[in-house]
């Protein structure tokens, strides 16, 4: 079956510096990925749309300069979280789409 | 607007008995509907979709979900919960297009399983 692999699965960093977040497909072509996040005991809420070779598509009130995306390839997207703040603190996660809807198994971000 | 609604919050089952978690959405198009379960600190895993066909759809992990259009529901059942199967269910709606599929969440329901 299909299977996205994200990593870190846990990153700890200091306020104002950045984090790159990456997620890859690993057995398939994904020339579109997802990046979702959560809060604590809250649902996935989509935060963009990552196309290969272009620009992220960004959900209404998402920070495009905070949260950089990019899709270089087929198979990997990455998430950059910039200048990080104690509230960008969170669960991020990715999924792929090849009709199977697969997810990563998330990165769990701590900015102190 | 498309939404997805979970009215359960928490439900607590005895081991070995039954599970039926509910889920209705909102949605303009024909749905494409999918159950997930998330562990703590874990990512998301595919119990089951539906897309078309028979409404009565078959996941692993012993799971079945119908999908019922008159009343815009998709519950999930389990005749018999184990208590491996204490977790996050998550209800969702998506739709296939050219760009992808980007998939909109219900708040979730917390099984807890008592022995």
């Known amino acids: 079956g299909a299977v996205v692999s994200q990593h870190p699965s846990r990153v700890i960093c200091k306020s104002g510096t950045s984090v790159k977040i990456e997620c890859r497909s690993l057995?398939?072509?994904?020339?579109?990925m997802f990046w979702y996040r959560q809060f604590p005991k809250q649902s996935l809420m989509l935060m963009a749309t990552?196309?290969?070779?272009?620009?992220?598509?960004?959900e209404q009130g998402v920070e495009k300069d905070k949260f950089l995306i990019n899709h270089a390839s087929l198979t990997l997207s990455t998430l950059t979280v910039t200048s990080a703040h104690p509230e960008d603190s969170s669960f991020y996660i990715c999924?792929?789409?090849?009709?199977?809807?697969?997810f990563g198994s998330g990165t769990r971000l701590t900015v102190v | 607007a498309q939404s997805v609604t979970q009215p359960d919050i928490h439900i607590t089952v005895s081991e070995g008995a039954s599970l039926e978690l509910r889920c209705n959405y909102s949605?303009?198009?024909?749905?494409?509907l999918f159950w997930y379960v998330q562990s703590p600190g874990q990512g998301l895993q595919l119990l089951l979709k539906?897309?078309?066909?028979?409404?009565l759809v078959q996941g692993i992990k012993g799971f079945e979900a119908e999908f019922k259009r008159s009343q815009s529901s998709f519950n999930l059942r389990k005749p018999s919960v184990h208590w491996s199967d204490a977790a996050e269910y998550f209800c969702?709606?998506?739709?296939?297009?050219?760009?992808?599929?980007?998939?909109?969440f219900g708040k979730g329901t917390t099984l807890s399983v008592s022995s």
């Open positions: 999924s792929a789409d090849n009709y199977g809807y697969t």
């Open positions: 057995d398939f072509q994904a020339t579109t």
């Open positions: 990552s196309n290969e070779g272009s620009k992220a598509t960004y």
């Open positions: 949605y303009g198009a024909t749905p494409y």
């Open positions: 539906y897309f078309s066909g028979d409404t």
């Open positions: 969702a709606v998506g739709a296939i297009n050219q760009a992808g599929t980007a998939l909109i």
